[in-house]
């Protein structure tokens, strides 16, 4: 029997973000594959429904002349996620998404990036929140790449943000989760879809993100910068499933004592 049909098997409602609900949970970026057709095969093979692209850096129709992302990712098929990746302050972060809009006929869903410096990519709060409010304000569905920081992710929330999107680690870097406290204070209190995004490397990082009770993972170098792109960002896509299936069913708790799995009490000598 498929495991899907059995009756008593707690079922995964999808993740539902400015009220669209998606079956995927993993989410993926477009940039540093080797070409386009590289982009599609990945982004088939990992099950993904959102796309982000840096508005920055690939074209979507900013240059007629060159190819563009939407012939091998077209929105008919995927939700584009425009971002505004390569920002360091509020302004430009806007404008980068208010052209998004633009070149994508009145998108709304947008995934606001302003950072703090170029080489550790970390985000630049302050601005962060200061875009954020311009964004919501002017009709956008704000997720939000942040800190790690309860307090920040609460505050993005209440400006409006429908995701908050807090980093593992740095950018790029593939040092998996190194505060899982700080995520698990931040799912606590949300009440919008928490994702990680920034510093998975493997398929365990994705996994344990879930298995913590995220909502969902973005990822781009993890599965690019591969040796096997296609094959990674299927094993990403079953670590996503397998992680939110753990989280559903609930793992035993952590104690300093044996219990055998073949308890020997009420047995006969």
């Not at 919501?136 to 309860?150: E, L, R, T």
């Not at 995004?197 to 781009?220: H, R």
Request: negative net charge; contains cysteine; hydrophobic residues 45%.
């Amino acid at each position: 029997m498929n495991p899907t049909d059995c009756p008593t098997l707690q079922q995964d409602e999808g993740l539902t973000i400015a009220g669209k609900t998606y079956r995927s949970r993993l989410l993926v970026g477009s940039g540093k594959y080797k070409d386009l057709d590289e982009t599609r095969a990945a982004t088939v093979a990992s099950g993904a429904e959102i796309i982000t692209v840096a508005i920055r850096r690939v074209n979507i129709g900013q240059d007629p002349n060159a190819p563009s992302l939407l012939d091998a990712v077209p929105p008919s098929e995927f939700t584009i996620l425009p971002n505004s990746a390569g920002c360091y302050n509020a302004a430009d972060a806007v404008y980068t998404l208010q052209l998004a809009r633009e070149l994508l006929n009145g998108h709304k869903l947008v995934k606001l990036e302003v950072l703090g410096d170029p080489k550790s990519l970390f985000p630049n709060m302050p601005e962060t929140l200061k875009a954020a409010e311009t964004l919501v304000k002017d009709g956008f569905d704000v997720m939000v790449y942040c800190s790690d920081d309860p307090i920040q992710a609460k505050m993005l929330e209440e400006i409006g943000c429908v995701a908050v999107m807090p980093l593992a680690s740095l950018i790029g870097s593939g040092m998996g989760i190194l505060n899982p406290w700080n995520l698990s204070l931040i799912i606590e209190q949300a009440k919008v879809p928490v994702l990680v995004d920034a510093g998975v490397g493997t398929a365990s990082d994705a996994a344990i993100a879930m298995e913590l009770g995220c909502d969902g993972v973005l990822m781009n170098t993890a599965i690019a910068g591969a040796r096997d792109p296609i094959r990674m960002a299927h094993a990403m896509r079953l670590a996503v499933e397998a992680g939110r299936a753990a989280y559903l069913a609930g793992r035993i708790p952590k104690k300093f004592a044996a219990s055998p799995s073949s308890p020997m009490e009420g047995r006969p000598l």
